[in-house]
Each structure stands twice: as C-alpha cells, then as structure tokens.
C-alpha cells in the first residue's frame, strides 16, 4: 500500500486530512467550552484550595492544548490563503452536476463570475461530495437546483468569522427538490455527541474543506407542505492576498 492510502478502508491521505480540519475545528471547540465552564467553578469560589489548585492546572493544560489545535487550523487556511488560483464557483459547481449523471438539474448564475480566493481542487472535491450525499436517498426523477452568487461581508456579518477582514464572499446552493430525507451536516455537529459508526468521513471532509477555507454553510429543510426541499449553501471568503 502506498504512503499515501490509508489503512482503514483504502481512504487516501488526502482525503483524511480534510477531514481532519473538521476535527480539530470541533475538538477546539470542545475545549473552549471546557474552559469557559472550568473558569465558572473557580469564579463562584466553591471550591476547596487542593481543589482549586487542580482546576487551574487543568484549564492551563486545556489551554496549551486549545493552542496547539488553533495553530494547525490557521496553518491549514494560511496554506490555503496564500494560494494564487482565484477559483470560479460557477465551474466548478457545474462539473461536479455533469460528472454525478443526474438529469435533473437546473442552474441560475449570476453573470459576472463569482470567484474566490481558494483551491480549486478541494473546493471542486467538496462541492462534488456534497451533491453526491444529497443525492444519495433521492428517489427517481427528483430534481436538483443549484445558484451560484456574490454575498456582500455586510450580509453575512454575524455568520462569518470574527477575525476576517471584510471582504466579498462567494455562496454556492444546492437544493433537492421534494423527497424529503436528510442531509447529516449542521454547524453544531460535534464528535463528543457521536458513536464510530456515527461518524461519515466524508461529512467531516465537507466541513474541513470549508473551515480551511474560512467560510461556512447552512442547511435547510422545508417543511413537508412544500415537498421536504432540501438545501445545502455554502460560502466562501474572496481573501485579501
């Protein structure tokens, strides 16, 4: 086998690492979380001094290792930040539906090009995961439309990261019209909630592939009077060099 296959079901190297960005974006989480509670105890005084000394060693660890996992995230999106390709959305979304061999499908672009700042084979490898997950439970003849768009920072303000610059942002949306089903992704996923047999490695992909982008996503279901529509969006920041 080669170096860069992964033992654990022929999963390339490639593709568990970007499932890896999702990880360490949840489990820095996680961590914050455990801080913010820790820090509560000690502030309400309840504590007896042995105790209270354990806590602080605790949360100092808790914190050394919520570092360590920031700075792999930011390296990653560093990586990804300072790449040169400015990615086309519209492209990339369109060769992902053909190359699915769905029938259905309908788009609506804009007509300038929506571009961003990013890597066009990730992105290209997520968008195509993306819909072949939607359309996995879909049943014969069900429709899919995609758009493709610019969304302004001011827009998206409370959404995107606190630490981004304002910049333009690239979206991308991908309904499934009618049929109901799910689709297993949410911003509040988390591994702590999860079971082995629980985890899809290529949901964690999709999440990786945009948090090394900087950007997030939504996911909406209609209610089942309007079909059960299904929506996956995601956005994409055009970085600053």
């Not at 105790?51 to 560093?78: C, F, T, W, Y």
């Amino acid at each position: 086998m080669r170096d860069d296959e992964f033992l654990a079901g022929g999963r390339s190297a490639i593709e568990v690492g970007e499932a890896a960005a999702g990880i360490v974006h949840d489990f820095a989480n996680i961590i914050q979380a455990i801080i913010l509670r820790g820090e509560f105890i000690l502030a309400k005084g309840v504590l007896a001094e042995t105790d209270s000394s354990k806590m602080e060693q605790l949360l100092n660890d808790s914190r050394i290792m919520g570092e360590v996992l920031h700075m792999l995230l930011e390296r990653g999106r560093a990586i990804v930040a300072s790449s040169p390709e400015r990615v086309e959305l519209r492209s990339i979304v369109q060769k992902a539906m053909k190359a699915s061999g769905i029938p259905n499908v309908t788009y609506k672009f804009t007509e300038d090009p929506v571009e961003v700042k990013g890597d066009a084979l990730l992105l290209s490898g997520m968008t195509d995961i993306a819909f072949k997950v939607l359309a996995k439970d879909a049943g014969p003849g069900t429709a899919f439309h995609v758009t493709s768009f610019k969304a302004a920072h001011e827009e998206i303000e409370a959404l995107s990261p606190p630490w981004l610059e304002p910049c333009p942002w690239g979206a991308v949306t991908i309904t499934r019209k009618g049929g109901g089903g799910k689709f297993p992704l949410d911003e509040e996923f988390h591994l702590s909630h999860k079971t082995p047999e629980e985890i899809d490695l290529d949901i964690l992909r999709i999440r990786g592939v945009i948090k090394l982008h900087s950007g997030f996503f939504r996911v909406e279901k209609e209610e089942e009077t309007t079909g059960g529509d299904l929506t996956f969006s995601y956005y994409i920041p055009d970085r600053k060099p």
